[in-house]
Every structure is written in C-alpha cells, then in structure tokens.
C-alpha cells in the first residue's frame, strides 16, 4: 500500500534525467516525501535502471553518497535514508548508474524543538532548530510577543536560545521561530498557573500578599484561607493578578490557602504562629499602648513585658486571642522591646518612644482686636508630626489665661466654630484671648502659640434673601439679591450643594453690593433633582449666615423666532412685533427690547411681563420715521430666570401710519373690486345684446 501511494506521488514529480550514454531506456525514478524537516526519511524507488552494476544516491551534492544499491535483474531497486542537517531550501537527491544520472528536488522546511512541553510564567526554555536559512538573523515570539533573539549557523541550524516564559493565562500557547529570510517553525508549549505568597508563616491579623499568573484571562478569582473566603480578585488579559489579606484567627499549625478562577484550583500552604501587634507603634512616654495577642494557648495566663518588667497580665481566650492595654512607663527615647509569653509561646514586637514635640501652629482667624459673631470661628495653620497631631484651643478672658472659658482638646482639624451652647457674650469693650497648642500621637505637646484676642460684637441680624426665591427655579447665570444690612461694608455669599454648606461650590467675600450674577465660569450645571442652596451674611459688623434657601437650576429657554417685522422691514410708527411661542402659553413672560444701534446701547423701548407672543406699541410708544434702522429682540422668562435672546433684527418706519400689510390688503381690495366692476359692465353689456337680438327675431316673425 505505501510503495502505491509512493508511485502515485511520484507520478507527478518532475525528474531530470542526465544520460550518461546512448540509450533508448529511461529509468523512472519514483520519491517519498518530497518535502520535510532534518532527520525525515526519504524512500526512493526506481524501475528500469538499464545495464549492471552498482546505483549510488546521493543527497545535495553528487559525492555526498548517502546509499549503494544492486538493481535486481529487472533494473529495479528501492533504497530509504535519513536527511541529515543542511540550511533551509530546495535539495537535490541524485541517483546515477553505469549509464545514467537523474534527480529530484526535496523542499527542506525549519523545525524546532523546546526542552520542555511546559512551565511557570518566568520559567526559562530553550529552543533549538534546524532547516533555517543559513546565518541568518532570526526572532523567537511566544504567540505575538518577542522573547529573543539568536542567529542560525552555516548549516542552518539553531543551538539553543533562551527565552523566559512571559505572563500569560493557563492553556497552550505557541513559539514560533522566523529567520530573515522568512522562514518559520512553530511548537505548542503549556502556561501553568501558579502562585506566590509572601510571607508564608505568621500571626493572626498579619497581612499576606498573592501574586498569581498563568491563570483564566479576565476571571474573577477567590481566596480561601482554611476553606474560608477572604479576598478576591480579577485577573487580567494575561492571567495575573495581586491582592493580599489578612490572616483569620487560628490556632498555631499549617492551613491551606486555596485560589479558584472558576475552572481550576490551586493551593499553597502557610503556618499560623503565635504573634501581638501593638496599637501605636510608637508614641511618648504616658501614653496607652494595646497590645492584641493570637496563637496562644487557650484558657491560659500570658504575661506582657515591657524592656523585661512585666507590666501587665490576662488570659488567652478560647482561640488562644487576648487584648489589654496600659500606660508607656517613663523610659529614654527609642526603641523598646514588648514581649508576650504562656509559658511554651514568647513573642515580641518593637514600640518606639519619641519625644520631639509638633511646631507651633500659627492663628490665623480671627485676627488681632477684629470683631467676631458670639459663635465665634477660630482657624490657624495646620502642623504635622509622624505620630498624629491634634490641637488644644484654650479662651479666656484674661491674658494670663488665668480664667478660662472654654477648653478644647484633641480637635483634629485646624479649626473650629463654637457651637450654640459655647456662644459668648458680647465684649462690651473687652478683648477675649485665645492660644492654640498642638500635641502630637506620642502624647508630646508643643509650645502654645502667641496669644490672639478678638472681640464679640452684639447681635448683628443677618441680611435678608430676596431671590432667588426658596425652591424657585432659574436658569443660565444665577443672580443673587438680598436686602441691605445696616452697617455692612461687605457681604459674603456661599452656594453650596447640601444644606450643611459642607459642600460648597462657591464662597464670594467682600462683595460691595448686595446682589451678585454669577460670572461664566461660575454658571452652575442644570440640578437634575437636587437643588442648590444660597446664603449671605454681613461683614464689617459681622453677622450670622441668613437661613439658607434653595433654588433649582434649569436648562436656559430657547430663544424665540421673529416673525414680523421681518428682516429691514418698513413699518408704521405704531409697529406690530410677533414671534414664535417659547413653551406652554401662560407658563413664561417675553421681555421685548427696542434699540436704535444692533449692540442695544441705546434701548429706546423696553416691554417685560408681556403674556402673549405679539405686542403693537400703543399710541404713546410711536417710534419717530428715520432713514437709519431700529433693532429689535425678544426673550423669554420664566419668574426670575431669563431665556436667551433673540438674534437682533433691524426695520425701520415709515412716514405713513398704514402698515405694510394694509397697504398690500387694500391693493387686494381694489383689484377684486376692479374685477367686480367689469364684471358687472359685461355682464350689462351681454344682456343688452341679448334684447336686441329677441327683439329683432321678433320683427322678423312678424313680417
């Protein structure tokens, strides 16, 4: 069967005969492949060698003699053999005899081989080939990515290059290797997942990291610790991920860490020991250090020590956990070593006592001898130490601070309001007088700052809101207006998105007048259901913020469409507008503006409040007749909040006081009316004709 299908191949390969001398016989050489890597097995048949003696084959060149073979008595022979290591191309298997000498052609194709059928993201492979191109530059890509780089030999071989498995998700992938030339080979090579954790041993509450590859692309991977959940996460397009966690409580011994992406598992081990982790970590002397214990014997007594002195003692729970806390005792500044023992397990952990105190902030407000509200607001600068800050704020009424009024420690922000119930009195002449000192996480406090001192005015009413009205809906660039407030020299206005003003989205202070339109860049967006809130408070005399309102911020109304007078227009002195409706009828307002220059400098005309989309100037609004154009626009209103302007239109009036649609309806009138009378004179005219014509057929019947 193989010797058929090796004839039926061969049938169709094209053999060049070289004759060696006069013969009319011609052996047919018949080949098997005809094409294939280093080390594939050629079969040769041939049928018909004419004369005796010896066939020898040869591969590539004539004298690289690869077999000797004695045809039978019939001149046929088969023969097998091994090609052996040549650059990539088209060879040449040679077959002579006494008296002939012929080939055929063999396609040598590259192959490569890997040292390993699989691995680890990182995993280091070698790749090694043969039938490239000779000496030739060639790249090894694991599927599109570039690994490495190497060159082939004269016989075109490549001897192991290195490339390391990049990331990349579990399942096969390929390495593909291509010469300059264009040549290429490919091999199958498996991605396994794997992964690495660090550390691999420690306490309860003790923080692990996971670094995963090789694992499904795009899924969504679960940690278990002891089979219970403790974190997630999603791999990427090549199959890692990273993410962390920290250890449940366990009693000491080793646990399995289980990760699943959905189709596959994989499992790593950690061992749980006994450990305690203090609460600061570093601090000052006085302070309450805790320290929280797991892995200890359960039911039974542990003893804490600080530099070797116990200072404290409890029992360890039924999960072998324990708490307690107590007082740094007085010590140099540096590290100290807290240890916990029940007798088989004794661990430690390092606290570290500082004594370098916070700097000393700076006041900002209020400033020196200014007026304040009763509910007075304090701010100073900020100031940071390692271990925390909070602030200590102190009022008195004496510069000694002899007699304090108000104290406040451990604020963490760096300022602070009075609440209602730590109001003060007016001053009535005398100053008050504050300091700020900070203290930092170590318990160490700072210098107090230098003393300020304000007084409280008496009640100042703040200003009353004018609009936008509460819960009113405005559009395009807010405008503010409130009331003026006795002995104000400015104002301050804040719009906030929640009514806490927490959120405030803009503070203006020291406006001169007491209404303000938002500029450009502070036009707000549309509310979209949640409203904004507005409020004012005077200065000068400082006053309290008025009570909040809100408003509600809509997109802006279209502007409306001219119709009449259209576009350089001639029209009475008592000229008719109209334009296109904006909205439901009865929902919005127009204002009309009349201008004698197209930048409505100079308004000669300003109608608002009008309900309907027309307007006719009464006799009392009767334009003056000019060569120069007019102008003329339109908007709409809703309550406080104003559309956008028409486009201006120019027109001009007329000395007659007939408007131009009149006058094109009376020229109507009067045609028809021409067409009235000739009618009427025909129509005469044909019964006259009509009587004359009877009354001659009438004479005629006669005679």
Known sequence: MAITVALALAALMQITAIPAAASDEKPTMLMEPSRGPVGTVIHVW???VPGEGQVTIAFDSKDNIVQTVKPNEWGDLTASFTVGTCPAGIHRVWVRCTTCEFYAPFILEPSIELDKSGGYVGDSVVVSGAGFAAEQELSVYFDDTKVATGETGEDG?????????????RGTHVVKVVDSAGNSASASILTRQNLTIAPKSGAADSEVTLAGTGFEANASVVVYFDGQAVTGALTDEKGSFNTSFRVPVRRPDIYKIKVSDGTSTYYEEFSVTAGIRLTPQSGGVGCYLTVEGSGFRAGLPVTVSYDGNEVASTTADVEGSFE?????PPGQAGEHRISASDGANNVAAIYTVESNPPPTPELILPRPETETASNAYFDWEGVSDPSGVSYTLVIASDANFSNILLRKEGLTQSEYALSEGEKLPPSKGTPYYWRIKAVDGACNAGEWSVPGTFYVSSPVLPPGLVQPADKAKVTGRV???WEDAAGAATYDLAVASDPDFSKLLLLRNGLTRSEYTLSPVEELPPSQGSPYYWRVRSSGKLSQWSPARSFYVEKPMPAPELILPASG??????????????GKPGAVTYRLVIASAPDFSSVLLTKEGLTESEYVLSEGEKLPPGKSPLYWRVRAERGSSPGAWSPARPFYISSSSMPGWAKYSLAGLGLVLACFVSFWIGSIRALRLRTEAEANEYDGSKL
């Open 46 to 48: 041939i049928i018909g």
């Open 569 to 582: 227009e001639k029209v009475p002195p008592r000229a008719q507008f109209d334009w296109e409706d904006v």
């Open 479 to 481: 405008h503010f207006d």
């Open 157 to 169: 071989t490549l001897g192991n290059v290195l490339f390391r498995i990049p990331e990349s998700s």
């Open 324 to 328: 307690i806390n107590f007082r740094v």
